[in-house]
């Protein structure tokens, strides 16, 4: 059983960054992805070897990397919106296919709270 524990989370006001991060000691295809209250488990970026892919809501501001020395993966999200605010998940996909789609991802941490506000 795979163990995933994300941190980073906090308070910022819009326009500021932080960056989340998540270790893993597998080596896996890994995404992020976020549940604002009262709506769905939304992807938001993930990556596989020198790949990643990213939400359209995200592409620009935030990038995803990793640190295999360190068992890390990183989140990078800049320019920070209201609407960003969520828990935010890391996912680890077995199957090392580079996805969207969450239930293809078999691991996942207990999330971290983000909040963009004045």
């Known amino acids: 059983q795979e163990q995933l524990v994300e941190s980073g989370g906090g308070l910022v006001q819009p326009g500021g960054s932080l960056r989340l991060s998540c270790t893993v000691l597998?080596?896996?295809?890994m995404g992020w992805f976020r549940q604002a209250p009262g709506k769905e488990r939304d992807f938001v970026a993930a990556i596989w070897g020198g790949s990643t892919i990213y939400a359209d809501s995200v592409k620009g501001r935030f990038a995803i990397s990793r640190d295999n020395t360190k068992n890390t993966v990183y989140l990078q999200m800049n320019s920070l919106k209201p609407e960003d605010t969520a828990v935010y998940y890391c996912?680890?996909?077995?199957?090392?296919?580079?996805?969207?789609?969450?239930?293809?991802?078999?691991?996942w941490g207990q999330g971290t709270q983000v909040t963009v506000s004045s």
């Open positions: 597998g080596r896996y295809a």
């Open positions: 996912a680890a996909n077995t199957l090392n296919s580079l996805t969207t789609r969450k239930a293809l991802y078999d691991y």
